[in-house]
């Protein structure tokens, strides 16, 4: 292949790489609102949950502000100290 083949290819490779961390970003984003949503109807605190769930108030503060990519676990845990399902908290991803 030629030089500009190459440099084409790369700048889309790595233009895809960009849109993927954005959907990324944007989809943890949405998780951490619709998980705080759910915390406030439920009316717990950030700290309240953290004990609940056996996590510190920052990494639940993380979580909400889309700052952290969660396990299936650590989702499971969330779920279970709010007294609802991963399918719930996932439902603001459809």
């Known amino acids: 292949m030629k030089k500009a083949t190459y440099t084409l290819l790369f700048i889309r490779v790595v233009s895809y ?3 993927l961390l954005m959907e990324k970003e944007a ?3 949405k998780l951490g609102v619709r998980i705080s949503e759910i915390r406030k109807e439920k009316g717990l ?9 056996g ?4 990494s639940i503060q993380r979580l909400e ?7 299936y676990f650590y989702l499971r845990e969330i779920a279970d ?3 609802t399902t991963v399918s719930e908290l996932l439902a603001a991803l459809a």
């Open 17 to 19: 790489s960009f849109i």
């Open 55 to 58: 996590k510190d108030r920052q």
């Open 81 to 83: 100290g709010l007294g």
């Open 65 to 71: 502000a889309g700052n952290m990519n969660p396990t």
């Open 27 to 29: 989809i943890l984003k």
């Open 45 to 53: 605190t950030q700290e309240k949950l953290a004990h609940t769930v």
